[in-house]
């Protein structure tokens, strides 16, 4: 794993690897995903982009079915970058990452906790967008 890979999960606050493969679980501020290389990926539905908002840097892309979504994520992959996916509460993209994962050869993370956790801690969230993927903005 290149050096400033090993050092970006760590500044991620990595908790605990959760297969084989490169799968993380991670509850990182909202200032360090806004600053870090990763492709960050909110797959929650439009509707809630709307309702709580996006970190700005989010590729908004809504996971329905994992076939559909490697398909529309792969032309935003750029090799060795890690995978970070958050949702509303954690539930999702746990279910989301174990699915992806086998399919990637990059680290994936799971953004445990949410937007709701993000929230929580008093990040104001942006307005989603159409540059980022919004189909209802």
Do not use: K
């Amino acid at each position: 794993m290149p050096r400033h890979l090993a050092a970006l999960l760590a500044a991620l606050m990595l908790t605990q690897p959760l297969a084989a493969q490169q799968v993380f679980t991670a509850q990182p501020s909202a200032a360090q995903l806004l600053e870090s290389p990763v492709l960050l990926v909110d797959i929650r539905q439009p509707h809630e982009w709307v309702e709580t908002g996006v970190l700005p840097n989010a590729l908004l892309l809504p996971f329905d079915n994992p076939e559909q979504f490697l398909d529309a994520l792969a032309p935003h992959l750029q090799p060795g970058q890690p995978v970070a996916l958050i949702c509303r509460t954690g539930s999702r993209t746990a279910q989301a990452v174990q699915a992806i994962a086998p399919a990637l050869d990059t680290p994936v993370i799971d953004l445990g906790g949410g937007m709701f956790r993000l929230l929580r801690e008093g990040y104001q969230p942006a307005q989603p967008t159409r540059a980022q993927g919004c189909t209802i903005c």
